[in-house]
């Protein structure tokens, strides 16, 4: 019906004379062939036993849809994730979707004992940031193609490595780890807040030095700081430079130095703004 060559070696081959099965489940049945050529096309060999769990079985399957655990372990494990970058340096990190509120990512993964993955934040002062990274994959079994194809080896592709989360400063200094949870379990940072305005970076890592793949989905959630009244000039501090812009605006009612909103910047205001004051 199909081949493909592995790397370099040729395009994808279809037979347009065989019959290509079904429309059912969005021509699930084509879909899958075309997948499983593709996946010899980036280097993936046939793996067994047949058991129905693994799109790169040497036979058609039509009861999952496109690439499993063991197919998407098998490209991350050559090619890296969809987000990996050109290199682990702090300049490739992820900018995360969301600049305030909650990313959640699937399919991630560290694929060996050296890699890891990078988040970069630009944080204000009291900016809050939550990770949770839970590893995936399950249980299954795969091995090498046989004449048989009925054996292989029990994979537990939760349990590969040990992750954790570090947190980084501009210059990729740790400032803090974040290692509470054994193999196999999730590892959460939580609300943990950049007390200074900056650069900073969320670093998943692997504990143990394994080398193999380990898949795991996260979530990311950041929380801007309060806003703060008297902090005029929006700068995340309460200081001269803030009554600098109250006494220039004494007397009006300019509205960014009016801090408890009656119409008039006076001493009310000098109060409020004093009361909070930081250094």
């Known amino acids: 019906m199909a081949y493909n060559l592995f790397p370099n070696s040729g395009d994808m081959v279809l037979n347009s004379s065989a ?6 489940n969005n021509y699930r049945y084509f879909r899958n062939i075309v997948a499983h050529e593709h996946g010899h096309g980036i280097g993936l060999e046939h793996v067994c036993p047949v058991a129905t769990t693994k799109l790169m079985e040497p036979y058609v399957l039509t009861n999952v849809d496109g690439p499993q655990t063991d197919d998407i372990r098998g490209a991350q494990r050559q090619y890296g994730d969809h987000m990996e970058a050109v290199s682990d340096a702090l300049t490739y990190a992820a900018i995360p979707a969301n600049a305030q509120g909650l990313t959640s990512y699937t399919n991630l993964s ?27 994959g399950g249980t299954y079994t795969a091995g090498p193609q046989t004449s048989a194809c009925d054996t292989g080896t029990s994979i537990s592709a939760s349990s590969i490595q040990n992750l954790k989360i570090d947190v980084l400063s501009s210059a990729g200094t740790v400032v803090f780890t974040q290692d509470a949870n054994s193999l196999g379990q999730a590892e959460a940072l939580t609300n943990y807040e950049f007390t200074t305005a900056g650069t900073y970076y969320l670093r998943v890592a692997p504990v143990t030095t394994t080398n193999d793949l380990q898949l795991y989905s996260a979530s990311l959630t950041i929380t801007p700081a309060a806003a703060i009244p008297a902090d ?27 801090i408890n909103h009656d ?9 409020l703004m004093l009361s909070a004051w930081t250094l």
């Open 19 to 24: 019959s290509w099965g079904p429309t059912t």
């Open 110 to 136: 560290i694929d060996d004992n050296s890699d890891v993955d990078l988040w970069k934040i630009v944080a204000t002062a009291g900016t809050r940031v939550s990770l949770t990274v839970i590893p995936q």
């Open 232 to 258: 005029v000039n929006g700068d995340g501090a309460v200081n001269a430079a803030d009554l600098g812009v109250l006494l220039a605006a004494w007397g009006s009612s300019l509205a960014t130095a009016d």
């Open 263 to 271: 119409g008039m910047i006076d001493g009310t205001d000098l109060g």
